[in-house]
């Protein structure tokens, strides 16, 4: 089966078109087809099926530089994050009116949509579960990372400690597999002018206890 997914802006999004407001650059039609051809489907929402719409909101300077942005309605999950990325990918891209209030926040909402992938198979039950799991996950994510932040450092630690981080790790997910997507998702970040996102990335292989990202991080965020 293949993946594809539909961004959608709601009917209020032509707001954006009229004198007085910001516009993208080139229009309505390659702002839809940004966000399309910039979007990495989050792998834990794609192996779940877990779809809908995500609101950024944001703000610009003048130069229509993104300044500002954050998730004003989500899941709290790696979709939150995926749209939110999104938006900033767009900083630069706005002409903005003098007449504009700059101090106004402006509101994107980006639909993800999977088609094709038997999610219709999927209950709301399940979905809610997967929602669950993953917050939790996130915070158990995070005695991973620390474990091995405080190690990179040279602190003190022991073997029984690492046992049972390795035990989490296979727990989590935390493979050579998952490590291989991640990087794979960063290389496409890099080509996308995304820095940024790529070196979080990166960072997070590492802070996983994987030297595979250590070259790349050398390379690209220092």
Known sequence: MFLHWIVILWSYLPAFFYADQPVFKLGHESLTSFISRSMI???YSKDHCIQGTIQIGFKLDRTG?????RVQRGYGIDLDKEALRIVRLTSSRWIVPASFDIRTEIVLPINFSLKEFKCEEQSTDDISLA?????????LTK??????QKKSA?????ANDEERVLQLKVELGYNDKFIDRLLKKAQI??????????CEDFHMVKGLGSDKADALITKNCR
Do not use: H, W
Request: charged fraction near 35%; hydrophobic fraction near 30%.
């Open 131 to 139: 929602i669950r799991t993953y917050k939790a996950k996130e915070d």
């Open 143 to 148: 005695a991973v990372v620390n474990f091995y």
């Open 189 to 198: 970040e890099l080509k996308q002018g995304d820095k940024e996102s790529a």
């Open 65 to 69: 530089k993104v300044v500002e942005s």
């Open 154 to 158: 040279g602190g003190a630690y022991n």
């Open 41 to 43: 489907y989050p792998d």
